[in-house]
């Protein structure tokens, strides 16, 4: 069919290939179930804490200690589900980004975060 994109085609190697898999036939159709969309805590509560839920199980399945899930009292651990490489790529900077204004502003107190801000640089190629 002209003018669609056909997503699940052999021949698509735009993005990475979706539900091409048991598992992924069967999320799929949980989360169409529960018709949910979960962009943030406040538009579904019940599908965030079930995200968290989800993220705990995936790190006792691969064996992270205690202290990276979300169960865990006290801890500072958990995942979320990003939808799209450029998504977790965009999270990853910004955790860099925020790490990199805490190391200044321990070494230079004074220092507003705008200054901070603009001396920072990001590297990148298409």
Same mark, same amino acid.
């Given at each position: 069919?002209?003018? =669609?994109?056909?997503?699940?085609?052999?021949?698509?190697?735009?993005?990475?290939?979706?539900? &091409?898999?048991?598992?992924?036939?069967? #999320? !799929?159709?949980?989360?169409? +179930?529960? &018709?949910?969309? +979960?962009? @943030?805590?406040?538009?579904?509560?019940?599908?965030?804490?079930?995200?968290?839920?989800?993220? !705990?199980?995936? #790190? /006792?399945?691969?064996?992270?200690?205690?202290?990276? $899930?979300?169960? @865990? /009292? #006290?801890?500072? #651990? +958990? +995942?979320?589900? /990003?939808? @799209?490489?450029?998504?977790? @790529?965009? =999270?990853?900077? $910004?955790?860099?980004?925020?790490?990199?204004?805490?190391?200044? /502003?321990?070494?230079?107190? !004074?220092?507003?975060?705008?200054?901070? &801000?603009?001396?920072?640089?990001?590297?990148?190629? !298409?």
């Amino acid at each position: 069919m002209p003018g =669609v994109t056909h997503w699940q085609s052999p021949h698509m190697h735009a993005y990475f290939p979706a539900l &091409n898999s048991y598992p992924s036939l069967l #999320g !799929d159709m949980l989360a169409d +179930g529960i &018709n949910c969309l +979960g962009f @943030t805590w406040a538009s579904s509560p019940a599908c965030t804490e079930l995200e968290s839920l989800v993220m !705990d199980w995936l #790190g /006792q399945a691969i064996g992270l200690p205690a202290e990276f $899930l979300h169960k @865990t /009292q #006290g801890s500072l #651990g +958990g +995942g979320v589900i /990003q939808t @799209t490489a450029s998504e977790s @790529t965009f =999270v990853c900077l $910004l955790a860099g980004r925020t790490e990199a204004i805490k190391r200044f /502003q321990t070494m230079f107190p !004074d220092i507003e975060d705008a200054e901070i &801000n603009s001396r920072l640089v990001g590297y990148c190629s !298409d």
